[in-house]
């Protein structure tokens, strides 16, 4: 049961207990009781709205950055993640394999201001041994959502 409530509240945040109730056949308490009980567990980590934020008035730069780290003896990749995801720009850190450590997604109001942060702050870190930058100049689809508008065929029909 747990991973249909998953599934469905993962595409609907929105839907309500009622109704997941109905969708899995079960009553309202048992569904509200193993909600409450993946959320303290973590399984469930919060309730996010995506927001398509070039179709509004509000400027905002994204920008991946490949960071390589020299590992912490005894904690690995830790603590230098730690350290990184504690900041207000960084959105995401994700260990990752191949040629760099570290992907830390930054979210800005100016290419200027994600630079500033990249070189002020990220790169000049104990452990950090190089950064490579690159900004998200627009985002088609995001978190299984498409958020560009689908091109419309708008060529006329001719038959013969």
């Not at 995801?85 to 290419?111: C, H, N, P, Q, W």
């Not at 690159?134 to 689908?150: A, R, S």
Request: glycine share 6%; net charge negative; hydrophobic share 40%.
């Amino acid at each position: 049961m747990r991973e249909d409530i998953l599934q469905i509240i993962q595409n609907n945040s929105k839907i309500e207990v009622k109704d997941l109730a109905m969708m899995l056949n079960d009553n309202e308490d048992n569904i509200a009781d193993e909600i409450t009980k993946m959320e303290k567990e973590k399984i469930i980590c919060g309730y996010h709205t995506l927001i398509n934020w070039d179709r509004t008035n509000n400027e905002k730069v994204t920008a991946l950055i490949e960071v390589r780290v020299t590992p912490q003896r005894g904690e690995g990749f830790d603590r230098i993640a730690e350290r990184i995801y504690r900041f207000k720009e960084v959105t995401a850190v994700y260990l990752m394999s191949g040629g760099f450590d570290l992907t830390v997604i930054i979210e800005g109001s100016t290419m200027k201001e994600v630079a500033l942060f990249v070189g002020q702050t990220l790169a000049p870190l104990e452990s950090v041994l190089s950064t490579g930058t690159h900004f998200v100049l627009k985002k088609y689809k995001d978190y299984g959502i498409i958020l560009d508008d689908e091109k419309k065929d708008e060529r006329m029909v001719v038959t013969p």
